[in-house]
């Protein structure tokens, strides 16, 4: 039997195996630096210099994987961007992804000893295809191919040196987005290995905090959640279908109805649009600067309005109990795929040892304590992950919680809950 299982008679922990043992500890590991790096996503948003923060999100994914191997590594980062997701919503994602995805193997290759420069390159690799990514589906499905052309086209006539036609608009953004990747891979790397090589002196060192509570168990989830993320998802597909006025109208006036009958409000609106403004904005400008006329600019900037005010509404409306369980669940039905089976237990365990609240505090503590230079945020963000990762960790079978039932090599992972027998 994998893990724990509370004993009904005297509701003493039966001693685990060896081999289980070891493998509830690494689960309690990678659930700390889960939930860490999670927290670090979310604390950008918030804190003096915060892009410094974000920069550190992905050292403790790339520790996991220095310690424990890539899977591992990747199990911790898919529940580090589960849990940031259902606390930040799926609209704010942009920022987190290409930390987390690159983070995992940047740490092994620390561990083989590479060079700076072989990190640099790496985390530059899987960025410049995120990047790719991300840019292709707005340029080809959201702002539209022919409006990004002509907006070309116009910076072309009034600079006049650059090559002209719709591959060489495609080819310059190619070749912008790999040399941002390359700076920022460049920073990445010199980050990753500065907060690793400290990671052991400041894991579990720092000071008590006083005002730290015993974490809570994770509220039930909305009981219709399942629903109301499919009705998102369905709203997604209608939305990117076209922008014919009917197709848009429809979702338009869908969208008013279910924020009326679901537990949404005003100001969580009045917060999506704010979000959705600046990309149905710009949406706009390439529209009309490219010459595709007012009309057709307008309907794909209200396409890109409404995908944003969807992910706000299905965020506010099952709550982050309900997108996390939904998010979990469908992490468990992949759970033939080795790395997402252990994602699961991690994902598990993290919900049951968070304590963001007072995890925040302390890193206020520790940035409003240092000057405003960005090296000396950047130690202190670093000390903060490492000594985070444990706090943040579930708490070891017989320290007065339960343990979770794990993953181990080559099984599926259960749901990590205790069960009693009869």
Request: net charge positive; aromatic share 6%.
């Amino acid at each position: 039997m994998s893990g724990f299982e509370v004993a009904s008679v005297n509701g003493a922990h039966p001693s685990p195996s060896p081999g289980a043992a070891a493998e509830d500890e690494r689960i309690r590991e990678l659930s700390g630096m889960a939930n860490v790096a999670a927290l670090t996503f979310l604390a950008a948003r918030a804190v003096p210099l915060g892009w410094v923060v974000g920069v550190a999100g992905g050292v403790p994914l790339a520790r996991a994987a220095q310690r424990h191997g890539s899977r591992a590594g990747y199990a911790a980062a898919t529940a580090s961007l589960v849990e940031t997701m259902a606390i930040m919503g799926p609209a704010r994602m942009g920022i987190p992804v290409p930390h987390a995805v690159s983070a995992p193997w940047l740490g092994v290759l620390q561990r083989r000893g590479r060079s700076l420069l072989t990190l640099a390159l790496a985390g530059a690799a899987v960025r410049t295809g995120y990047y790719v990514a991300t840019s292709a589906f707005s340029i080809l499905v959201l702002i539209g191919l022919d409006a990004y052309v002509g907006s070309y086209e116009q910076l072309r006539q009034r600079l006049g040196f650059l090559p002209e036609g719709e591959a060489a608009a495609l080819w310059l953004t190619v070749v912008m987005l790999v040399v941002w990747s390359l700076g920022a891979g460049l920073v990445q790397a010199w980050v990753l290995r500065r907060g690793l090589r400290d990671w052991d002196d400041h894991a579990g060192q720092g000071e008590v905090d006083p005002d730290s509570a015993t974490p809570k168990p994770p509220s039930p989830a909305h009981p219709r959640a399942g629903l109301l993320v499919a009705v998102a998802l369905v709203g997604f597909a209608v939305t990117l279908s076209g922008t014919d006025t009917w197709i848009l109208g429809g979702v338009a006036v869908s969208l008013a109805v279910l924020w009326v009958v679901t537990p949404a409000d005003g100001r969580t609106l009045g917060r999506g649009l704010l979000l959705a403004l600046p990309l149905a904005l710009s949406t706009l400008a390439f529209g009309l600067v490219g010459g595709i006329g007012s009309d057709r600019a307008l309907r794909r900037a209200a396409r890109v309005a409404l995908l944003v005010l969807i992910a706000v509404w299905v965020h506010r409306a099952a709550g982050s109990e309900g997108l996390r369980d939904q998010s979990l669940r469908l992490v468990r039905r992949l759970r033939r795929f080795r790395t997402l089976a252990l994602a699961g237990a991690v994902l598990g365990a993290s919900v049951a040892a968070s304590d963001f609240g007072g995890a925040a505090r302390r890193l206020g503590r520790r940035v409003a304590g240092t000057t405003r230079r960005p090296t000396a945020v950047l130690d202190a963000a670093l000390a903060w992950l490492a000594d985070e990762s444990t706090r943040l960790a579930l708490p070891r079978a017989g320290d007065g919680d339960p343990a979770p039932e794990t993953f181990e090599e080559g099984r599926t992972a259960p749901d990590p809950v205790i069960r009693t027998s009869a």
